[in-house]
């Protein structure tokens, strides 16, 4: 899988009312830093470090359709998801999933470590829509800042 496919269908938007997102953030430099934040990504750590809950802990694969879930105490949303494309290289590392039906919204993110020389770069691609369920979709003001707040986990979540 090439870095240029996995970054052109993480881009493709579903419809007109689509909102494309993007965001690259640096972690820091060096290669232990690369090491660990790789590792870390290809399992799943973006997520169960942003509060969500992984099952089975599986290192991340394509065509995998894990268990996502999060909340407190009985109240929790299930996230449906299938792995589309995952990428091990040099300089890039990373994967993207889209959402099956059950999830809260429609769409596709992709999470991709890039390294440039000694520097770190975690970048996040999202193309969010409302959800097929009419409950969802009634929710989906709620959902777009509940997204938000999880995008700022995201971008910290791989920092040393």
């Keep these: 899988m090439a870095v ?29 830093l690369w ?7 290809l399992r799943w750590e973006v997520k169960t470090r942003s509060g969500f809950r992984l099952k089975p802990q599986l290192p991340v694969a394509a065509g995998q359709q894990p268990s996502i879930t999060i909340g407190v105490g009985p109240l929790r949303i299930h996230e449906p998801v299938e792995v589309v494309d995952v990428i091990a290289e040099n300089d890039w590392v990373g994967f993207s999933y889209r959402t ?40 989906f003001s709620l959902l777009l800042l509940a997204q938000w707040v999880t995008r700022q986990r995201y971008l910290r979540a791989l920092k040393p």
């Design 35 to 41: 090491n660990d934040a790789s590792a870390a990504l």
């Design 100 to 139: 099956l039906p059950g999830h809260p919204v429609q769409g596709m993110e992709a999470f991709i470590l890039e390294r440039e020389e000694e520097q770190v770069f975690l970048l996040i691609r999202s193309v969010t829509e409302p959800s097929d369920a009419p409950a969802w979709r009634r929710a």
């Design 4 to 32: 240029g496919a996995l970054l052109e269908r993480s881009w493709s938007p579903l419809a007109a009312s689509s909102r494309p997102w993007q965001r690259r953030v640096l972690l820091g430099e060096g290669a232990a």
